[in-house]
């Protein structure tokens, strides 16, 4: 009932400001009219390199640095008292970076939120400004509440700085959540731009049947038949109606480590499915809604923190929609609806972001209900599908989640439904049970159809394989068994993935690649303990052996065994 009231408060909220007229003023100003042809020149310089060659803030600044000292050397020539105007140039030439930032408007708005420091809570807090004040102000504790009738966080949000002789509250952790409005301000902007994207919906409106073979997602059912708010195909109007895909990615700003990730960071980002597929993906193109802090990623729920922000925004475009003062194709201003209708991410990550349980839990599948069985050595547990999941079975399910009194209640729900809450529910009109597709990019352009299927426990039947290994490795029980439960399940897995005819892949240096891969996410022990058993080489002259060294060992032992048994085969009866 509580999160029915709040969505009746925001609706009436956006009701309110039904007329916002955003003003995109600054998308249209003349850049550096006016201004000396050198500085238009240096600061296109400085600015280039900067955002299109990654030269560092602190790198611009030496630039700016030296080009005002050599005009002054080669005004200097011209005799040693300089004029006004000379004088003038030379001043007018800034020593940060960000006024030329500035200049050019390629700053986005962007709001500093306030995050809770504590790793399990993760709340975020918007700031508010006291008059014409530009410094922000936000609570001093966390007072976010997990259950009704619960305790509040109460971590400390704040820290103290002092600046020009003043001390200033900052958030701890901050998170910068970039304007979704100034952005598409700005790609609106963009001469060609509107066209394209309103010309997207061709194919989705027009009455001849679909066909059989499809380019874009504007092909598919989803879009076909896609309603607006009014009820109607979304697309019907002189506003301008566009969908976009949200993609949430986690990965190591330190860079990948072999030994695994040490910190982990997120980005949440959106893909304007109006553009054409071969500029929908370019960076320029794309909006970045928002790093998620680390240094951990945010557990279970608390990732739906950041997602409130996001969903408040994409409520406003769909309900009442934004009114630019001016696009690119309309001189005199526009409304603009938007819809987010599918979510592109990982398999971890589409998980949390859709509301679904863990790829772990015995309900994992966001499809259907087919349910893993607790002990399944076989990985045949998904030989046949369950029941198709609906949108509405989904939502009560969330609903039940997040009315839920306490963590007990929550985790039985979990158990039952494999499902918890997400922010996402709160779009009217996302439907998780196909909004959220296949991880396109693991599955197909990568070729891991095969490998994620072994890792969600998926066969077609549950008919065992008689084909005969390549290999047989048989190890004893009792070295297995001194190794711990995700160890053994390594072993498994190790041999299972040896007994398979991969001696042919292996000649290729791309098949060779990918197999180190896959077992390079296997553990350490149960490489050794291969190793070990079947006398695989290794480097004895290092004086510590690491995962890839084992692993290098096994695939070069792997060559070496298939190579010598196809050699006896051939000459001669081959005999145990």
Request: hydrophobic share 40%; net charge positive.
């Amino acid at each position: 009932m509580g999160s029915l009231v709040k969505q009746v408060k925001f609706l009436l909220k956006l009701t309110q400001t039904y007329t916002d007229n955003t003003s995109l003023a600054h998308h249209y100003t003349a850049v550096l009219q006016n201004v000396n042809p050198v500085l238009q020149v240096t600061f296109f310089m400085v600015i280039v390199c900067h955002v299109l060659l990654g030269v560092s803030r602190r790198g611009c600044t030496f630039m700016l640095q030296m080009i005002q000292y050599i005009i002054h050397l080669t005004l200097l020539r011209l005799g040693p008292d300089l004029s006004q105007g000379d004088e003038k140039l030379l001043s007018d030439i800034p020593s940060d970076p960000r006024a030329i930032e500035k200049a050019f408007s390629l700053d986005n708005k962007t709001t500093i939120f306030a995050v809770c420091p504590n790793p399990n809570c993760h709340f975020t807090y918007e700031p508010t400004f006291e008059g014409d004040s530009p410094i922000p102000v936000y609570p001093d504790t966390c007072n976010h509440l997990e259950f009704r009738g619960g305790t509040k966080c109460g971590t400390p949000l704040l820290k103290r700085r002092c600046v020009d002789g003043h001390t200033i509250h900052l958030p701890i952790k901050p998170f910068i959540a970039f304007s979704f409005k100034d952005w598409l301000g700005g790609l609106l902007s963009r001469s060609g731009f509107e066209e394209k994207m309103d010309g997207a919906w061709a194919s989705s409106t027009n009455n001849l049947t679909p066909c059989k073979e499809m380019k874009d997602i504007f092909d598919g059912e989803i879009l076909r038949n896609f309603k607006g708010f009014d009820g109607q195909h979304f697309s019907n109007g002189d506003e301008g109606r566009y969908v976009f895909s949200l993609c949430v990615d986690y990965f190591n700003p330190l860079g990948n480590k072999q030994a695994g990730k040490k910190k982990s960071i997120g980005l949440i980002s959106l893909v304007c499915l109006n553009l054409p597929p071969d500029m929908r993906y370019k960076p320029e193109n794309m909006f970045l809604f928002g790093i998620i802090p680390g240094p951990n990623e945010p557990p279970l729920t608390c990732l739906n923190h950041y997602l409130r922000i996001l969903v408040d925004m994409l409520l406003e475009f769909w309900f009442t929609g934004i009114r630019f003062s001016r696009t690119c194709a309309y001189y005199y201003g526009r409304v603009v609806r938007c819809a987010l209708i599918c979510v592109v991410s990982d398999l971890p990550a589409a998980r949390k972001v859709g509301g679904f349980a863990s790829i772990h839990h015995t309900q994992m599948c966001a499809m259907c209900h087919c349910t893993r069985r607790q002990q399944d050595s076989l990985n045949d547990s998904f030989a046949t599908l369950g029941t198709r999941r609906t949108n509405e079975e989904i939502r009560n399910s969330a609903q039940l989640y997040l009315d839920a009194a306490d963590e007990k209640e929550r985790n039985e729900t979990v158990h039952n439904s494999g499902i918890r809450w997400s922010e996402l529910f709160r779009l009217p009109y996302f439907d998780t049970s196909c909004f959220v597709v296949i991880d396109a990019m693991h599955n197909l352009f990568l070729g891991l159809v095969q490998e994620h299927f072994d890792i969600l426990g998926i066969k077609l039947n549950n008919t065992k394989s008689n084909t005969t290994p390549s290999i047989v490795i048989n190890i004893p029980e009792e070295s297995i068994n001194k190794l711990n439960e995700h160890e053994r399940k390594s072993v498994s897995r190790l041999i299972n993935m040896l007994g398979a005819p991969i001696a042919q892949e292996l000649k290729s240096q791309a098949s060779y690649n990918l197999y180190f891969k896959r077992l390079s996410a296997l553990h350490r022990a149960a490489l050794e303990l291969l190793c070990t058993f079947v006398g695989a080489p290794l480097k004895l002259n290092k004086s510590k052996l690491n995962k890839p060294d084992f692993i290098h060992a096994i695939l070069a032992w792997v060559r070496y065994f298939l190579i010598l048994f196809n050699t006896l085969c051939l000459s001669g009866p081959c005999s145990d």
